[in-house]
Every structure is written in C-alpha cells, then in structure tokens.
C-alpha cells in the first residue's frame, strides 16, 4: 500500500503544533505494517535547507503565478516529496503567517498549489511511484480530492481527510473559484460551498471517500452543532465514513529514561531530580507543590483564561504553576502580570521552546490542560509517560486518554488523572483542589503516577486503524 501525506507542517522539519507530530511519526508508524508513506511539504526554506540529495521528479511552468518544481529526497529522517515554488513558500516567516503575525495573503492559492500538486503525483506518478492513497490533513489539502477528481485520478486513488483542527475553515471568497482551478458545479452544499463562501475544509471533507479526526470522542462531538463549528451536517451526512482514530505519541522522543532533555530518570521515583533541576531554573520555591506545568499555545481554545481565573485555588494550598506557551499577546500579558505578582510560585515563560518542554513536562507534578475543545492533544499524553499527572477537560481526545480520579477508580487504583465539567473556572477550580488533596496522599499520588505510565501512547493500535482506513479507501481492481 502506497500512500501519499500531505501536510503543512511536518516534525522535526517545521512545526507550530500537534499537526507536525503526527504527519512525522506517521511513515514510520505505518511501516511495519506493509504501508510505504511519502511526504508532500511546501518549500519552506527550512525544508530545502533540510533536504538531502533532492531529485528532480516534476516541473510546472506555472503554478499560480510562477514556475514549481517537485523534488524528492530525504529531510528530517522521512522520505518527502518538496513543492519548490519559490513564488509561494520561500519567505521569511511562519508557514501560515507572516512575521507581523497576520495569514500570509496569499494562503488559498499557497495551499491550493500544494493541493494540485498532490493530485497531479496521485494521477500520473512521480518518477515511478504512483499512491493507492491520498491522505490529507486539515484543510490545507482540502482542494486535493477534487482536483484528484477533475483530473481523472480519483478512479485508481482513494482518498482520505484527517481533521485535526475544525477551526480553520481554509475559506475564500467565490469570485476566487476558477482562479482556484475549482469546477463551478461544486459550489453547492454537498460541495465546497461555505455560507457563501468557498471552504478548502468543506472540499475535503465532502471530496474524501474517507473522513477521521484524532479522537472516537472529537468525532461523536464534531456531529454535533456545538461543537461542529458550521461543518456538523455535513458530518453528520457522511457519518457513514467518518470515525475517530487517536493519537499516538514518539515514544522514542517522549522517554523519561532516555530523554536526553533531561537528567533521564525513572518515574515516578526518580522523578524528584527532574522536580528539583526545573524548580531550581524557573526560580520557584523547591517545597511546596503540587507544581503543575502548562506547555501551549495560549490561544481561546486551550482555556487558559479559566486558569487565570481558578489558579488562586492552588496558590492557596501550596501548590505551584510553570507556563511555557505563545500566543495571544493578551493572554501572554496576564500570565506575565500573575508570575511578577507570585515571586517564587509562579514561573511564566513566553516563547516556544522544545527543550524546555521537555524538562517542565519532566519536572511538574500535574500538568493542566483545561482546553474548551480539543481534538486530540498531545501533552497529557507526554504527561502520562512521564510520571506527570494530566489535569484535563471533558472534552474530545481528553475524555479518550485520561482515567478520571473519582471515588470508585481511586478505591480500584485505577485512575491517571483528574478530569472536570462542565469547561468552566469553577469546575477547573474544584480540579486544581482535588490535585492538591490527591498530591497529599503519597500512595494514593503514587499509584495514580505509575497508572498513567502503564497507560498505552504509542502508535501501535492506531497505526492499524489508519491502515485498515487505507484499505477500505483504496479502489480495488
Ligand atoms: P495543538 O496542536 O492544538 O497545539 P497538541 O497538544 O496536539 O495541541 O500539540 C501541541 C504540540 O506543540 C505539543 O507537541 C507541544 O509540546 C508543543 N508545544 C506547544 N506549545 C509549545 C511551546 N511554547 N514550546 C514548545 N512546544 C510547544
Ligand atoms: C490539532 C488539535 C490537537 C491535536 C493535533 C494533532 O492541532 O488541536 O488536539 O492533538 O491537532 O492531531
């Protein structure tokens, strides 16, 4: 089975979130079991500075306004096909925005480019090697089934879509659509039309002979217009092929035993060095505790706001908070102001920094993630491996990864975390107290610690899930 990903961004290559995670731990999740994954990235110049022995497999004179070429080669240990489109994605920036933070202008056509080009290596091959699959993620690639379609390659190429994040509709205005090279007779409700608009998002999703999201409870919650976000009826139209396949996390990368992050230790006694050494470089007082860790973009959807709110709750029995996170500038702003208010308590740290997030995952006690919506989310996962207590929200990918601590699970041992509803400060503010009081108990705290380790965060079961997709996607001769 040969399959074609393509993504925006792609770990270690380029990354601004949990997307880059899975589009790099995927080719080799999948390839023990009998997949072979090649990689579609922008030319961004991190890329071509990261691509070794780069070949030459597809040239266009002109690809929305200037000349492209594929080449394929070898970057951050994958085998990836790079869209070098100079026109496009050789700039100075992000790979959605520009460095005064606003969507690089041009982002449909960007997107749209690689999104032909995807269709273009499906339908003719790219010097020899043809996909039986064409995976897309979000809706970068969300063009790339209907042009598969309008060039005649959807009939040998099944076609997949991963929602990771339903938020960023990839939306245009219509008097864009045949500059998008996008067929008028898909502008209705079960095509990519949007309220009026055109949505890259919609095309996926309504192009795709199969749909997933990160987490069985993201895909139940997506139905639903609460948390649809405008994409539930045709969600609900397509349930038949829409389903929910979890993350899984590199367990190679996320270790406490060989982290070479930190002082590697085993958890969770050996945790206590970890503790010390973060607590020492963050500046915070070494007793006291729970220390709970945030490592986020600190964005509306991740709830960060009620923890502005309810931290006071675990101030006041002690326990202790370490931020890393960037985002908006407000929320930057508030979290600065509460750690220059709690000398010693508090530790903020704007930025983002992949190291660092290694020794705070390593460090903390708890790590609190309160988010409003959440397909997936990767840090309690590394939380869990780590010996570090998740503290989440009952929503999506958290409900499916998190052994909520109540009377009954405790009395089991079998809890891993602390789980609270509804998402509101109140609710997170009862959970920051339960921590305290769950932290206070070393045996209890303890079994919880080694309950989370034991939890499974790899990718082995869910690497098989996608496989199975592939092979009810794929057209069979
Ligand atoms: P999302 O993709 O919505 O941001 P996830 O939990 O799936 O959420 O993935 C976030 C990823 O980005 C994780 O690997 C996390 O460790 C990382 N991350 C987020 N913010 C930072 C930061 N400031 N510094 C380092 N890594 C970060
Ligand atoms: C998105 C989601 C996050 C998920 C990640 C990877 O960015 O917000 O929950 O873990 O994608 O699928």
Redesign the pocket.
């Known amino acids: 089975m040969k399959v074609l990903s393509v993504a925006s961004e792609c770990a270690p290559l380029i990354k601004t979130?949990?997307?880059a995670?899975?589009a790099g731990a995927l080719p080799a999740a999948l390839a023990p079991l009998g997949v072979e994954m090649r990689t579609l990235l922008p030319g961004y110049p991190v890329v071509h500075d990261a691509l070794e022995n780069p070949v030459q497999v597809f040239t266009d004179s002109n690809l929305f306004g200037g000349p492209a070429q594929i080449l394929h080669g070898r970057a951050g240990g994958l085998d990836v096909y790079v869209l070098d489109a100079a026109h496009l994605f050789y700039r100075n920036g992000g790979p959605y925005a520009a460095p005064d933070g606003f969507d690089w202008w041009d982002n449909p056509e960007r997107f749209a480019a690689l999104s032909w080009m995807a269709a273009q290596i499906c339908t003719y091959g790219a010097a020899g090697w043809k996909p039986d699959i064409l995976h897309t993620h979000d809706w970068q690639g969300g063009f790339a089934p209907v042009y598969l379609q309008r060039l005649g390659g959807a009939h040998t190429v099944g076609s997949l879509i991963t929602i990771?994040?339903i938020a960023f509709t990839g939306s245009v205005g219509a008097d864009r659509m045949g500059w998008l090279r996008l067929p008028i007779e898909g502008y209705n409700a079960g095509g990519f039309e949007f309220f009026g608009r055109i949505s890259a998002l919609k095309a996926g999703i309504a192009y795709s002979d199969r749909i997933n999201t990160?987490s069985p409870t993201y895909a139940e919650e997506l139905m639903t217009p609460g948390f649809g976000m405008g994409f539930d009826g045709i969600l609900r139209h397509r349930s038949a092929d829409f389903s929910g396949i979890l993350?899984g996390i590199d367990t190679g990368v996320w270790n406490p035993a060989t982290d070479a992050n930190i002082a590697a230790y085993k958890a969770p006694r050996g945790k206590a060095r970890a503790r010390a050494a973060l607590a020492e470089e963050l500046g915070l007082a070494p007793d006291g505790g729970p220390l709970c860790v945030v490592v986020s973009r600190l964005t509306e959807?991740k709830g960060l706001d009620l923890l502005l709110q309810a931290v006071p709750a675990l101030l006041e029995r002690g326990g202790q908070l370490a931020l890393l996170g960037s985002g908006e500038p407000w929320m930057e702003q508030r979290f600065g102001g509460l750690a220059a208010a709690n000398p010693g308590r508090v530790a903020v740290r704007i930025g983002y920094d992949e190291k660092l997030s290694h020794r705070m995952i390593a460090g903390g006690d708890a790590i609190l993630v309160p988010s409003r919506f959440?397909?997936?989310?990767?840090t309690q996962l590394y939380g869990l491996r780590y010996g570090t207590v998740p503290v989440v929200a009952h929503t999506?990918?958290l409900v499916d990864t998190v052994i909520p601590s109540t009377y009954a699970t405790v009395s089991a041992g079998v809890s891993t975390g602390v789980v609270f509803a509804p998402v509101e400060a109140d609710a997170l503010r009862r959970a920051l107290v339960q921590i305290c009081d769950l932290y206070g108990q070393p045996d209890v705290w303890q079994r919880i610690q080694a309950n989370g380790m034991k939890h499974p965060v790899g990718w082995e079961q869910s690497a098989a899930a996608y496989a199975a997709l592939y092979e009810q996607a794929a057209r069979k001769p």
């Open positions: 979130g949990g997307l995670d899975v990771h994040n990160v993350n959807q959440e397909p997936c989310g990767l999506g990918g």
